[in-house]
């Protein structure tokens, strides 16, 4: 299988952002296992072939999608954390976990989905 490759131009670095973007919305709209990369790239604005210029498959996409929300979750967090370092352990772990349910609660359809389907990946 050759190699995917990787954006170094803008244009190409926003192809893959939309495309991971897609992910999330067509997972979150039709579910883990009916979201197809047909669909994605429909979403995204692509065709399937620059989609699979850059991802070989869906779970190379998944797996995209799970590292830039693992990447917004520390982003959220990071945000907050200033405020809370003074702050006494009950306050600060509170903090913490308002600001994990606060970033959810922006897309609970997408992450109500990845946890119950977690499997069928």
Known sequence: MPARRKPSQQRSKQVV???????????????LGQATTN????RAGVSVGSLYQ???NKEELLAALFDKLVDD?????????P??????????VRG????GFAF???NEKLY?????NWDQR
């Open 17 to 31: 952002e939309a495309l991971i973007e897609a992910t999330g919305q067509v997972i979150a709209e039709r579910g």
């Open 39 to 42: 669909h994605i790239a429909a």
């Open 54 to 56: 850059y991802f070989a």
């Open 73 to 81: 979750l520390g982003q959220a967090v990071d945000r907050g954390l």
């Open 83 to 92: 405020l809370l370092l003074d702050a006494d352990l009950p306050t600060m």
């Open 96 to 99: 913490l976990l308002q600001a």
């Open 104 to 106: 959810i609660g922006g």
């Open 112 to 116: 109500l989905e990845l946890a119950l």
